[in-house]
C-alpha cells in the first residue's frame, strides 16, 4: 500500500506551486487569482530508500520498485465552504478521498501574490479549514442521527455519535477513543479524524529559521506536526539534475527535501513501515501499517497469500547487506523462520512460503 496525502489550504497560499515540486511536474496550474485549480492534480512519487538501492545491486536484480505516495492538489477552501461557498463541495468531496491531510499555510508577505483575506494571519486561515471541516462532519452526523436513519443504527453507534456531535459543536475535532470507534467513524467519510500535518510555506529568506508567523503557528499548534518549507526553493531544486541538487541544496544550507521531510512525517503520522522482497527478477519495498501480522503483509503482495500462509523466511535488511544474500544469512545464524504470529518490523527483509 502506498498512502494518499492531500494539499488543502485557502487560495493562493502555494498549494500547486508545492504540489509541482513534490511531484517534480506542472501539472498544476499555479497562478495569482482564486481557485485557478478546480479538478484536483494527482502526483505519484517514489519513496527513494537508500535500503532497497543496496538490495538492488546485492541481489543483481532486474529491477527496482519503491514504494509510492500520492499527491492531492485539492481546490483551495474559503470560508462557508461547507455551505457550498467558494468550491467548497468540491474540495470536500476531494479531500475525504485521503488519509492524510496536508494543511499549507502562507507565512509570507508579498504584494505580488493576493491573499484572500487581504492580510497574513495563518493561525486565523487553519481556524477557516478547521472550522469548515468540523461544520462538515457535524452535517454528516446529524443527518446520520435523524430519526429514519438513526434506526440503521446501532444502540453503540448511536452512544459514539452523539458523543462525537458533543465533540464538534464545542468547536473540537473529532478524536476516537479507540481502534473500534476509528473504524466506525471512518466509514462515514468525516474529515476532522483524518491525521493531518500543517506546512507553513515560507519566503526564501526564512526558511533555514522560520519567522513570526511560522514561531506563532508552532505556538499555537503545539501538538501537532509541523514543517516549514519554502515552496519556490522546492521547485527551484526539482527543476535541477541530480548532482546540480546536492550542490544547490548544499550552498543554501538544505540538509533535506520538503518532499523528505514530508514522507517522513507522513510514515510516522500514519504508522507506515516498509519491509522489503528481493531476488534476481526485482527488488521490491513494500508498505504496511505497524504491528502488521506477516499473513496480513503477504497480502500486500498477492491478496491470496494471507489465507494461503505457510511462514516467512526473515532476514533484517543490515544483515541482508552486511552479508551480501539470504544464504550468506542462513549461514551466519541471522536467517529466522517466522509463523502467523510474526509481526513484520521496519526493514524486515521478507521471503514468504505459501501454499500453491
Request: with cysteine; hydrophobic share 35%.
Amino acid at each position: 500500500m502506498g498512502f494518499k496525502c492531500g494539499i488543502v489550504g485557502l487560495p493562493n497560499v502555494g498549494k500547486s506551486t508545492l504540489f509541482n515540486a513534490l511531484t517534480a511536474s506542472k501539472n498544476a496550474e499555479a497562478a495569482n487569482f482564486p481557485f485557478c485549480t478546480i479538478d484536483p492534480n494527482i502526483g505519484i512519487v517514489d519513496v527513494i530508500d537508500e535500503r532497497l538501492d543496496k538490495l538492488t545491486i546485492l541481489s543483481n536484480s532486474k529491477k527496482k520498485i519503491y514504494a509510492n505516495i500520492t499527491f492531492v492538489d485539492i481546490a483551495g477552501l474559503v470560508k462557508g465552504a461547507s455551505k457550498g461557498e467558494g468550491l467548497g463541495n468540491k474540495f470536500l468531496s476531494h479531500i475525504r478521498e485521503v488519509d492524510a491531510i496536508i494543511h499549507l499555510v502562507r507565512c509570507f508577505e508579498s504584494n505580488k501574490v493576493t491573499h484572500v483575506n487581504s492580510k497574513i494571519n495563518p493561525v486565523e486561515d487553519l481556524e477557516t479549514i478547521k472550522t469548515e471541516i468540523i461544520l462538515s462532519d457535524l452535517d454528516i452526523i446529524q443527518k446520520k442521527l435523524e430519526k429514519g436513519k438513526k434506526k440503521l443504527l446501532a444502540e453503540k453507534e448511536i452512544k459514539i455519535l452523539e458523543d462525537k456531535l458533543k465533540q464538534l459543536n464545542g468547536g473540537n475535532e473529532i478524536i476516537a477513543k479507540d481502534k473500534d470507534e476509528e473504524k466506525f467513524l471512518v466509514t462515514l467519510g468525516l474529515l476532522s479524524i483524518k491525521p493531518k500535518i500543517i506546512v507553513c510555506n515560507v519566503d526564501e529568506e526564512s526558511f533555514t529559521k522560520g519567522n513570526s508567523f511560522t514561531e506563532n503557528i508552532k505556538k499555537n499548534y503545539s501538538g501537532e506536526k509541523v514543517v516549514t518549507i519554502c515552496a519556490d526553493i522546492e521547485d527551484q531544486i526539482m527543476g535541477l539534475d541530480i548532482n546540480e541538487r546536492e550542490t544547490f541544496m548544499r550552498e543554501i544550507g538544505l540538509n533535506k527535501t520538503g518532499l523528505n521531510q514530508l514522507i517522513k512525517e507522513g510514515y510516522e503520522l500514519l504508522n507506515l513501515d516498509t519491509f522489503f522482497t528481493s531476488g534476481p527478477e526485482e527488488s521490491r519495498a513494500w508498505t504496511v501499517r505497524k504491528n502488521t501480522l506477516a499473513p496480513k503483509a503477504a497480502s500486500v503482495i498477492h491478496t491470496d497469500f494471507e489465507k494461503n500462509f505457510i511462514r516467512a523466511e526473515t532476514v533484517t535488511c543490515n544483515d541482508f547487506i552486511k552479508y551480501g544474500s539470504t544464504e550468506k544469512c542462513k549461514e551466519n545464524g541471522k536467517l529466522r523462520i517466522e509463523g502467523k504470529d510474526y509481526i513484520v518490523k521496519d526493514g524486515d527483509v521478507l521471503y514468504f512460503r505459501v501454499n500453491p
